[in-house]
Structure formats: C-alpha cells, structure tokens
C-alpha cells in the first residue's frame, strides 16, 4: 500500500504561482509513474500531468502546458507540480495519484483517473481574479 499526502494549496491571486508537492509513506514510489488530477466542483477528475517512473518523461494536458512543471525526487519519495502563471480557471482540489503500471503508455491511458492505483486525499488550489 502506498499512503500519498499532498500539500501546498492555498489562495493566490491570477499570475502567481504555487508549488503542490505529494509525500509518499507505506512504500517507495521508485517504480511508481505518478500524476497530478484535479476536480472543479461539478465538474469530473481532469488530467494534469504525469512523470515516468524513471522521471524521464513527462505529459500535461494542453490546458496547463507550458505553465506547470512536474517533477520528482525519488530520494525523498514525493513528487512535485509548480504551477506559474495560474488562472481563474485553475481553481480546484488537486489530486496526487500513483499508477504501479511501469510499462503503461499513451493517451487515454495515462490520462485515465481508473488507470491510478492510490490517491492522496487533495489539496485546495483557489485562483483570484
């Protein structure tokens, strides 16, 4: 079993930025590809972004992209997401989530919240205008 915690959320205002970073017990993540998802209220689970279990790919859904960095460090088994230039339209409770397929690989996989094994249990992200 893998137990994920993710912190850093908050309120911040359009154009500023915030780090979520995802804390893993019960297991290593080495092995591990991980992901960032999020949730609007009314709204479903929306793919963010994801790294490989080795770190050495990444993917980010078009909304995010060239925004949002993801990242890991295996040393202290948590994984990262540095959002820069937030939106109104970020606002939402993101989700750390931990897929323990390491072969598994293109979109309408990767991006699938069914193809995640654990989750945390979220963290509030609150983008002002």
């Known amino acids: 079993q893998v137990q994920l915690v993710e912190s850093g959320g908050g309120l911040v205002q359009a154009g500023g930025s915030l780090r979520l970073s995802c804390a893993a017990s019960?297991?290593?993540?080495?092995?591990?590809?991980m992901g960032w998802f999020r949730q609007a209220p009314g709204k479903e689970r929306d793919f963010v972004a994801r790294?490989?279990?080795?770190?050495?790919?990444?993917y980010y859904a078009d909304s995010v992209k060239g925004r949002f960095t993801i990242s890991r460090d295996n040393a202290k088994n948590s994984v990262y997401l540095q959002m820069n230039s937030l939106k109104p339209e970020d606002t939402a409770v993101y989700y750390c989530?931990?897929?323990?397929?390491?072969?598994?690989?293109?979109?309408?996989?990767?991006?699938?919240?069914?193809?995640?094994?654990?989750w945390g249990q979220g963290t509030q992200v609150t983008v002002s205008s």
């Open positions: 989530a931990a897929d323990r397929l390491m072969g598994r690989m293109g979109w309408g996989n990767i991006d699938r919240p069914g193809s995640y094994d654990y």
């Open positions: 019960g297991r290593t993540l080495v092995g591990y590809n």
């Open positions: 790294i490989s279990w080795s770190g050495g790919s990444t």
